[in-house]
């Protein structure tokens, strides 16, 4: 292979094949359930597609991809379990990707004394990606996405909690939580995680968000009522008549309702921290990019979220 040049020809090359092999193996998702911005989509594709390759590689561009690569920037590749195919390995985890480096090194000191691994951005593996393949010669060569094993074991969780059975995971997990969004400058978009954990802790932070809201609110309209009640309950008490008094009381007892009534509304709001958290699907990136070629406007509102934080969610 020709060296890299910035990330180079080599990824070009790679990038056919791995785009290629992934959503082959993902197929049209049969068997495999979808994201739940998938199911809520129409199923008829649009009359005038919208695919726009910069928009899509606008929203790869925050996704980190590992590689091992020799000092030239070239792939080191390995063999297939049957020693004859060549393997090129794209990782979404930095530790396996250095897993991999260290498999390399013991296996072959020579060529892993100069491996290392390289970092790139997904909006570079899909610009590659579309480059014709007779441009790329990289015949012979297979390339494939390596998830991160973890989120693979969570994608299957959801899996048996959703009773579908399933033994393993086809393609690279995408975490999605029903009624999450991230609100940008343009509006309200769906987030899509690359890693569970990163989802739970985003839900949790918007649960949290909204249950103190809601104990705030109840909070200032009990401290009123409780002010109220305890100005109705003095007018009673310096009541010059049997009249003004009952009028005094009347008044002390509805505000005492009321009092009742936000304070029944906090021990609500607390309970509610306790309530089960929103569903969350799983489904693959391929399978979500292949659906954004297809029609690129009906996922206008999606955006990969490949580590925590960035932006403000909420329900």
């Known amino acids: 292979m020709e060296q890299l040049d910035n990330v180079g020809r080599n990824l070009r090359r790679a990038a056919r094949q791995a785009m290629n092999t992934a959503i082959n193996m993902t197929g049209s998702g049969r068997g495999t359930p979808l994201l739940a911005s998938v199911n809520a989509r129409p199923s008829a594709a649009s009359k005038s597609p919208t695919f726009n390759p910069e928009s899509i590689k606008a929203r790869l561009s925050s996704v980190p991809v590992y590689a091992v690569v020799n000092k030239k920037n070239e792939f080191v590749l390995v063999s297939g379990e ?13 530790p396996e990707a250095e897993a991999m480096l260290k498999t390399i090194k013991e296996a072959n000191p020579k060529v892993g004394k100069q491996a290392k691994v390289m ?10 990606a579309t480059t014709p393949r007779t441009e790329t010669g990289t015949e012979g060569v297979i390339f494939r996405f390596m998830p991160d094993p973890r989120q693979v074991d969570l994608a299957l969780q959801l899996y048996r909690h959703s009773g579908v059975a ?5 393609g690279v997990p995408l975490f999605q939580a029903e009624g999450l969004s991230i ?16 989802l739970d802790e ?22 009123r009522a409780r002010t109220e009640l305890q100005e109705v309950e003095a007018e009673a008490a310096a009541a010059a008549s049997g009249r003004d008094r009952k009028a005094a009381q009347r008044k002390a007892a509805q505000a005492k309702d009321r009092l009742q009534k936000y304070e029944q509304r906090i021990a609500e709001a607390e309970a509610e921290k306790k309530q089960k958290l929103p569903k969350v699907d799983v489904g693959s990136l391929e399978d979500v990019i292949s659906r954004m070629e297809r029609d690129e406007q009906e996922w206008s509102d999606v955006i990969f979220c490949p580590g925590a934080g960035g932006g403000l969610l909420s329900n």
């Open 82 to 94: 049957d020693d004859v195919k060549q393997l090129g390995l794209f990782f979404f985890s930095e």
């Open 119 to 128: 970092t790139t951005s997904m909006d570079r593996v899909y610009d590659f």
């Open 166 to 170: 399933a033994t393993g995971f086809q």
């Open 183 to 198: 609100r940008g400058e343009k509006g309200r978009y769906t987030p899509l995680f690359f890693s569970k954990d990163d």
């Open 202 to 223: 985003a839900l949790g932070a918007a649960v949290s968000s909204k249950d103190a809201a809601a104990q705030a609110d109840a909070r200032a309209k009990a401290e």
